[in-house]
């Protein structure tokens, strides 16, 4: 089966404060997205990466940055943390022309 | 500007009733119209999909009902029943590499 890691599943900060959600995926997919779900408006795609140290905005990039240094390794930083920036974040991955994606369980952030 | 647009935002239905949820898009390019169902606490997983030359698509209790001429298309729970409760989203994807996703729709099913 394949297995989407997100590193933790609740995270609590205070405003301004860096951010770093990590996400692992074990099956050598090339593509990994970060999705915001908030209720009411769904899932809006922040990055995605399509490739390791290849990185695309999605939807709402702003005060959002990703890094992928690894395959399996595709990390949602926030620079800046902001109230509005409270959510959760989910990870994604699929292989290359392949239709469906792979979600982890999500992390809920709580920005203070 | 919402690529795929889904509605009711929620339904309640009665044990062994019919689920019906709607989706519409845009975009003519999409090729794949899958929906993913999401537990609490967990992330959404896929539920059942369809490509846009077949009309419909049944596995077991659930079937996808597409209307191309209208751009839209549907999932239909039959018998409903409690363990169905969760939040269903439609999506469209553009040659397996963007995906868009409706707002979704929380689904109870009363006993």
């Known amino acids: 089966d394949v297995k989407v890691t997100q590193s933790s599943r609740y995270l609590v900060k205070r405003t301004g404060e860096k951010v770093f959600l990590e996400c692992v995926q074990d099956m050598d997919h090339e593509n990994m997205f970060w999705y915001r779900q908030d209720p009411g408006l769904g899932l809006r795609l922040i990055y995605f990466s399509y490739d390791v140290k290849m990185k695309e905005k999605g939807d709402i990039p702003e005060g959002y940055s990703v890094s992928r240094e690894k395959k399996e390794r595709f990390s949602l930083i926030l620079e800046s943390a902001s109230t509005n920036q409270t959510s959760m974040y989910l990870c994604a991955s699929s292989l290359p022309g392949v239709n469906i994606q792979y979600f982890g369980a999500g992390t809920r952030l709580s920005v203070l | 500007q919402q690529q795929v647009k889904q509605s009711p935002q929620s339904l309640i239905v009665q044990k062994g009733g019919i689920s019906i949820i709607n989706c519409a898009y845009e975009?003519?390019?999409?090729?794949?119209f899958p929906w993913y169902q999401q537990f609490p606490g967990k992330g959404p997983a896929l539920l059942i999909a369809i490509r846009p030359d077949v009309s419909e698509k049944k596995e077991g209790r659930f079937t996808i009902s597409f209307n191309k001429s209208a751009k839209q298309f549907s999932l239909h729970i039959m018998d409903s029943q409690p363990g169905d409760s969760a939040t269903y989203f439609c999506?469209?994807?553009?040659?397996?590499?963007?995906?868009?996703f409706g707002t979704g729709t929380s689904l109870t099913v009363i006993p």
């Open positions: 999506a469209a994807s553009l040659s397996g590499n963007q995906f868009y």
């Open positions: 975009n003519t390019a999409f090729d794949y």
